[in-house]
């Protein structure tokens, strides 16, 4: 039997800094939702007891650094399972550009091998198994959109925002997640984007107060060191996106656009200097 499973990006659009814990994750408040650019999984049962993992992208781990290998061996240690996976893995997510494309591989994962083996964990339980693997992996197995607190794995889900465009746009440059928290002053930050806001504008399904309402404090980190992703910024916002901001810790700029008409111009405008753009939408 095999089993298919897509494994969206994410994209946040509200991250708070709240402070810096003694464990050195810092305790965050977000607001996270899909988007319809997706990896996609292909997993069969092998014989012998061994994770084989293959990808045609040739710039992604197939070892043990892979999120998705690291999943496998998880549920299948914890699950006492002796039996081995091949997973095949199409990368459509760019890799390391803040939209969580290796979390939502290993969510993946360990969704379809609970169903290939018939494990029977409830998505709590799944959620549990990927907060081992990483703060976004949680998210990435409930989807939809919600509140993440605590280091980002405590969610309440919330409803989807008013649909619309997704111009996605990667800068080719490497940014580390952990070099940008570790250089974010928790204590210094100036203005705080309101969750509450952002949850009301939700709720009264207001385009316009979402996107009045995007605010992530770890631009005050990536902006001001990569000038790459501000001219990003700058590009979507001179060429009509409604709400643009970075997401997560960067590179990837998200613009949020309500008309159509307005999207090929935005993509047109963006492809002249940066080769990774994507039209997507919203996955409500
Ligand atoms: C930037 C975001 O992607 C926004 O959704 C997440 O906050 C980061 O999620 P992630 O990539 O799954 O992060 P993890 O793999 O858990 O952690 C990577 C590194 O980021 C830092 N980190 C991450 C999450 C958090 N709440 N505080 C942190 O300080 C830590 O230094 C950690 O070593
Ligand atoms: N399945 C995977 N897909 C992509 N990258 C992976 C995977 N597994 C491990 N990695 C490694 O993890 C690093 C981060 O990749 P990823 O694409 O998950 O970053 P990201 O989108 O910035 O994540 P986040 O938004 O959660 O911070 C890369 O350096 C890559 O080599």
């Given at each position: 039997m095999k089993i298919y499973e897509k494994a969206p990006a994410k994209i946040n659009l509200l991250l708070d800094v709240l402070r810096k814990r003694e464990d050195g994750f810092h305790e965050v408040e977000m607001i996270m939702t899909m988007?319809?650019?997706?990896?996609?999984?292909?997993?069969?049962?092998?014989?012998?007891?061994?994770?084989?993992?293959?990808?045609?992208?040739?710039f992604i781990p197939l070892d043990e650094k892979n999120l998705a290998f690291q999943a496998a061996r998880l549920i299948k240690d914890r699950c006492g399972v002796e039996r081995g996976v091949y997973i095949h893995l199409d990368k459509q997510i760019p890799v390391a550009a803040g939209l969580a494309g290796g979390s939502s591989d290993a969510a993946a994962t360990l969704r379809g091998l609970n169903r290939l083996w018939g494990l029977g964990l409830s998505v709590r339980e799944l959620e549990a198994l990927g907060a081992e693997l990483g703060s976004d992996v949680p998210f990435c197995i409930r989807g939809g959109t919600a509140?993440?607190?605590?280091?980002?794995e405590k969610l309440e889900s919330i409803e989807s925002p008013p649909q619309c465009w997704v111009v996605l746009a990667k800068p080719p440059i490497n940014v580390s997640t952990a070099d940008v928290y570790g250089k974010l002053r928790a204590a210094e930050i100036e203005r705080h984007p309101s969750i509450p806001g952002m949850v009301d504008a939700i709720r009264r399904q207001s385009f316009q107060d979402v996107c009045a309402g995007l605010g992530n404090?770890?631009?005050?980190?990536?902006?001001?060191?990569?000038?790459?992703?501000?001219?990003?910024?700058?590009?979507?916002?001179?060429?009509?996106?409604?709400?643009?901001?970075?997401?997560?810790?960067g590179p990837t700029v998200f613009g949020l656009v309500s008309k159509e008409?307005?999207?090929?111009?935005?993509?047109?405008?963006?492809?002249?200097?940066?080769?990774?753009?994507?039209?997507?939408?919203?996955?409500?």
């Open positions: 988007v319809d650019l997706a990896d996609r999984l292909e997993m069969y049962e092998l014989p012998r007891d061994q994770i084989v993992l293959s990808s045609h992208a040739g509140i993440a607190t605590g280091r980002g404090v770890l631009e005050s980190v990536t902006l001001p060191k990569y000038s790459e992703v501000r001219q990003i910024k700058e590009v979507m916002t001179k060429l009509g996106a409604d709400g643009v901001l970075m997401s997560g810790s008409s307005k999207v090929s111009r935005i993509y047109n405008g963006l492809r002249g200097f940066c080769k990774e753009v994507y039209v997507v939408r919203l996955l409500t």
